[in-house]
C-alpha cells in the first residue's frame, strides 16, 4: 500500500469537503485520519464495523444518533484499504432530537449544552449532493464509478439527482457558506475569538478556486486576509495597523509551498488581529471590568448569578455591580440580556433553531419570557425581526 498517497488524498478531501475522513487498511485495521471532531461521549462518532463486512463499493450507514457515515471498499493499483468518512448529517439536530438523544444515552439535564455543542461541530450535507460525494471519492482515489450503480442500491437513483449535476448551488462544498463567514465575523469583531470559538465557527465549506489543491489553498489564504483586514478596520482597528498585519503575513503566505504552512499561518494571523483587537478593547476598562465582561460573554448559555462573576473576579458583588455601572454604562443584569438578545439576534439570522431552542440555549426560562426580553431591548418579537 503506498501509505503516502493515501494520506495526500485523504487530506485534499478534507480540505475541500471539509468532512472528517479517516482509513483503515485491508486487514481493518486504523491508519490515519483528517478533520477529525472530539465527542464529549463514546456513543457519539461511532459507527457499526459490521459495515466493513459490505462488499458494495459504497455504503451508506446511520447510527442511531442521526449520524451518517459513507465507507468507501478500495482495491486498486495503490493497494487494498477503506476510506470512512463521517461523521456528517442531513440536518440539523432540532431541539426535540437533542432531548431523545441525550434521555436514550442518559445525558443529565445539565450536560445538554455539551450535546448540542458537539452536534453543532458536525457539519450537514444535503442529501441529493450525495451522488456528488461519491463523485469526487470516485475521481480523487481513482475508482472506475461506471460500477456506482450495480454497487450502491442504497443511494437515491442516480437520473434523479443527475439532473443537478453541473449546478454548483446544489453541491455544497464548492462554495463558502456566506451566513457562517458572518456569523464568524461578529464574533470575532466582538472580541469573542477564543480558541474554542473559532474551533466551532471556522467550520466553513472552503471554496474551489484553483484547480490545483495548493493554489487554490493560498488563494482563498490571501482572500481571507483581504477581508480581515478591511473588517479590522470597520471596527475600529487602525488603517496603518491592520494592513501592517496583513501585508506581514500576506508575504509569508507567498512564500509557503505546502498547505500545512499556509493553515498554520492563517491561524497565526487569526490570533495576532484576536490579539490586537482585544487589547483595543481593554484599553476602555479596568482589568477586573474586562474579566467580568469575558466571563459574561463567555457563559451566556450557563446559569450564573452576580455572586458567581464576582467570584471570578475576585471582588466584593456590590462594588463589583457599582464599578461595572461606572465604566460600562449600563447595569450587569442588563449587561448580561443585552448580550443574550445579540446572541439571539445571531442565531435567527444565521441558525435554523426554533424561539424554544434559542430560549433554551441562552438559558431564558420559557419561550415567552424570551419573546418578553427580546421586545424590551429590540422593539419587536424574534419572529418580527425574522422576518424583516
Known amino acids: 500500500m503506498n501509505k503516502n498517497w493515501l494520506f495526500d488524498k485523504i487530506t485534499a478531501y478534507n480540505l475541500i469537503t471539509d468532512l472528517p475522513i479517516k482509513a483503515y ?48 471498499n478500495i482495491d486498486n493499483r495503490y493497494g487494498k484499504f477503506y476510506i470512512l468518512v463521517g461523521p456528517f448529517m442531513y440536518h440539523s439536530v432540532t431541539y426535540n432530537e437533542l432531548m431523545e438523544i441525550a434521555k436514550a444515552n442518559h445525558i443529565p439535564s445539565d450536560n445538554i449544552h455539551i450535546l ?30 461506471s460500477i456506482l450503480d450495480d454497487n450502491s442500491t442504497d443511494l437515491y437513483e442516480r437520473k434523479a439527482v443527475e439532473k443537478n449535476k453541473l449546478e454548483y448551488r446544489e453541491i455544497d462544498f464548492f462554495h463558502h457558506n456566506y451566513l ?8 470575532f469583531f466582538n472580541g469573542r475569538l477564543t480558541k474554542t470559538n473559532i474551533d466551532d465557527l471556522t467550520n466553513v465549506e472552503p471554496g474551489l478556486i484553483a484547480d490545483d489543491y495548493l493554489k ?48 498554520v499561518l492563517l491561524w497565526l494571523a487569526l490570533e495576532e488581529y484576536s ?32 455572586q458567581d462573576i464576582a467570584d471570578f473576579v475576585k471582588m466584593n458583588p456590590s462594588y463589583l455591580s457599582r464599578l461595572f455601572k461606572k465604566e460600562v454604562g449600563v447595569n450587569i443584569s442588563d449587561y448580561i440580556l443585552n448580550e443574550k438578545i445579540i446572541e439571539a439576534k445571531i442565531m435567527l439570522d444565521y441558525s435554523n433553531y426554533s424561539l424554544l431552542e434559542i ?30
Open 216 to 263: 487554490s489553498t493560498k488563494n482563498l489564504g490571501i482572500v481571507s486576509l483581504a477581508l480581515i483586514e478591511r473588517y479590522a478596520i470597520e471596527h475600529g482597528m487602525d488603517a496603518h495597523i491592520s494592513f501592517t498585519i496583513g501585508d506581514a503575513f500576506l508575504r509569508r503566505l507567498d512564500k509557503a509551498n505546502n498547505i500545512s504552512d499556509i493553515r
Open 359 to 388: 430560549s433554551d440555549i441562552l438559558n431564558f426560562s420559557s419561550k415567552s419570557y424570551f419573546i418578553k426580553c427580546f421586545k424590551k431591548v429590540e422593539g419587536i418579537t424574534p419572529g418580527e425581526y425574522k422576518n424583516k
Open 116 to 145: 448540542r455543542k458537539y452536534f453543532s461541530s458536525v457539519k450537514t450535507v444535503k442529501h441529493n449532493s450525495l451522488m456528488h460525494h461519491y463523485q469526487y471519492l470516485a475521481q480523487l482515489f481513482e475508482i472506475d464509478d
Open 180 to 187: 457562517i463567514e458572518n456569523m464568524f465575523f461578529h464574533h
Open 275 to 306: 490579539k490586537t483587537m482585544k487589547e483595543n478593547n481593554r484599553k476602555r476598562y479596568s482589568k477586573k471590568i474586562n474579566d467580568a465582561k469575558n466571563f459574561i460573554d463567555h457563559n451566556l448559555s450557563m446559569d450564573f448569578t452576580l
Open 25 to 72: 487498511d485491508k486487514n481493518r485495521d486504523f491508519l490515519f485520519e483528517q478533520g477529525k471532531i472530539e465527542s464529549p461521549y463514546d456513543f457519539l462518532g461511532d459507527f457499526d464495523t459490521s459495515i466493513f463486512s459490505v462488499k458494495k463499493l459504497y455504503k451508506n450507514y446511520n447510527n442511531q444518533n442521526n449520524e451518517y457515515f459513507i465507507l468507501v
